[in-house]
């Protein structure tokens, strides 16, 4: 499916972090799935991202693995929010305080 401009644009942009809104079926899913990947392409480092929900983060993780080489797969983690903080708090709270 070809991206709007709009959408192409988000996808275009990877010099920083993005708010993505939408209604339902306005296809956000892909376009963050095609911009990830296209950051992976593009960019050293890794790419973190956060959704509310489990279903969400396993179909964005999956499209996105679809998209990249399989040596890029270390560098994306998708989760949700609360599954990641959890983790900070549980592995990174000494450190906190």
């Given at each position: 499916?070809?991206?709007?401009?709009?959408?192409?644009?988000?996808?275009?942009?990877?010099?920083?972090?993005?708010?993505?809104t939408?209604?339902?079926?306005?296809?956000k899913?892909?376009?963050?799935?095609n911009?990830?990947?296209?950051?992976?392409?593009?960019?050293?480092?890794k790419?973190?991202a956060?959704?509310f929900?489990?279903?969400?983060a396993?179909?964005?993780?999956?499209?996105v693995?679809?998209?990249i080489?399989?040596?890029n797969?270390n560098?994306i983690?998708?989760?949700?929010?609360h599954s990641?903080?959890?983790d900070?708090?549980?592995?990174r709270?000494?450190?906190?305080g």
């Open positions: 499916m070809k991206l709007t401009n709009s959408q192409q644009k988000i996808v275009d942009y990877i010099e920083g972090h993005i708010l993505v939408a209604g339902p079926g306005s296809g899913t892909r376009v963050l799935t911009r990830i990947a296209n950051i992976l392409e593009k960019k050293k480092g790419v973190l956060l959704t929900s489990n279903k969400a396993e179909e964005i993780s999956d499209r693995k679809n998209q080489s399989l040596e797969h560098r983690k998708v989760e949700t929010i990641f903080c959890l900070l708090v549980l592995n709270g000494n450190q906190i």
